[in-house]
C-alpha cells in the first residue's frame, strides 16, 4: 500500500525555523517527483516547492518562499523533506506531502498533511 506520511509539524514564531519530513513507502521512491503543497483556511490548495525524480534533483520554489525553503529527498531513506527559514505568519497552513510518477502507468497520492501556525 503506497503511503506518503508528514511529521515535524508544529507551532513556531515569526522568524523561526521549522522541518517537515515525509516517509514514503509501498513504491519506488526513486522514480517519483515529490513536491510539498499547502492550504490554508479559505485559500487555494497551492505547491509550494518540487524536487524531481531525475538525476539532479532539479528543484522549483513557489515565489512566495524562494530564498528561504529548500526541498531535498534521500532516496535512501525514501524520505523527501521541507527545510523552512525565516517563516512568516501566511507560511500557516496545512501542509501536504505529494508523489508523481508515470513508470508503468500514471501515479499521484497525497499524505494526510500536518499542521504548520506561525504565530507571535
Known amino acids: 500500500q503506497v503511503q506518503l506520511v508528514e511529521s515535524g509539524g508544529g507551532f513556531v514564531q515569526p522568524g523561526g525555523s521549522l522541518r517537515l519530513s515525509c516517509a514514503a513507502s509501498?513504491?519506488?521512491?526513486?522514480?517519483?517527483?515529490m513536491s510539498w503543497y499547502r492550504q490554508a483556511p479559505g485559500k487555494e490548495r497551492e505547491l509550494v516547492a518540487a524536487?524531481?525524480?531525475?538525476?539532479?534533483?532539479?528543484?522549483n520554489y513557489a515565489d512566495s518562499v524562494k530564498g528561504r525553503f529548500t526541498i531535498s529527498r534521500d532516496n535512501a531513506k525514501n524520505t523527501v523533506y521541507l527545510q523552512m527559514n525565516s517563516m512568516k505568519p501566511e507560511d500557516t497552513a496545512v501542509y501536504y506531502c505529494?508523489?508523481?510518477?508515470?513508470?508503468?502507468?500514471?501515479?499521484?497520492?497525497w499524505g494526510q498533511g500536518t499542521q504548520v501556525t506561525v504565530s507571535s
Open positions: 524536487i524531481t525524480s531525475g538525476g539532479g534533483g532539479t528543484t
Open positions: 505529494n508523489a508523481r510518477w508515470i513508470f508503468r502507468g500514471a501515479y499521484d497520492y
Open positions: 509501498g513504491f519506488t521512491f526513486s522514480v517519483a517527483g
